[in-house]
Nanobody
Framework: VQLQASGGGVVQAGGSLRLSCAAS??????MGWFRQSPGKEREFVSA????????AYADSVKGRFTISRDNALNTVYLQMNSLKPEDTAVYYC???????????????WGQGTLVTVSS
C-alpha cells in the first residue's frame, strides 16, 4: 500500500494544522504518524486502529493532537492544535499490516510533510 501525506506548512506557535494521509487502496490496517525533528531520531506520534476504536498518542502530544480516519476515503487525519516550536518536524504517515494498534509497527511509510512552528 502506498501512503500520500499532505497538509504541512508554517504556522505560529499556538496555531493549528491538519495533516492528511491517503492510502492508495482500501485497507483494513491500522495507521498512524511518526515525526523526525532536526538532529533527532524518528519518534512515534499517534496511531489508530482500522475501526477507529483504539487510539494511542505520544505523551508529548496528548491533549493537543487528534487522530481520526475516514475508511470510505482511505484517509487518516492528524489535527494538531496548540502547536509548539518543538513540534517542528517532518511528519510521516505510516501503516501496520494489522488492524489493531497493540504492538503497532510502522511497516509502510509515506513521504514526509514538513511542519514548521515559529515562535
Amino acid at each position: 500500500v502506498q501512503l500520500q501525506a499532505s497538509g504541512g506548512g508554517v504556522v505560529q506557535a499556538g496555531g493549528s494544522l491538519r495533516l492528511s494521509c491517503a492510502a492508495s487502496r482500501r485497507t483494513f490496517i491500522s495507521m498512524g504518524w511518526f515525526r523526525q525533528s532536526p538532529g533527532k531520531e524518528r519518534e512515534f506520534v499517534s496511531a489508530i486502529s482500522w475501526t477507529g476504536g483504539s487510539i494511542a498518542y505520544a505523551d508529548s502530544v496528548k491533549g493537543r493532537f487528534t487522530i481520526s480516519r475516514d475508511n470510505a476515503l482511505n484517509t487518516v487525519y492528524l489535527q494538531m492544535n496548540s502547536l509548539k516550536p518543538e513540534d517542528t518536524a517532518v511528519y510521516y504517515c505510516v501503516a501496520d499490516k494489522d488492524a489493531g494498534i497493540v504492538n503497532f509497527r510502522a511497516v509502510y511509510w509515506g513521504q514526509g510533510t514538513l511542519v514548521t512552528v515559529s515562535s
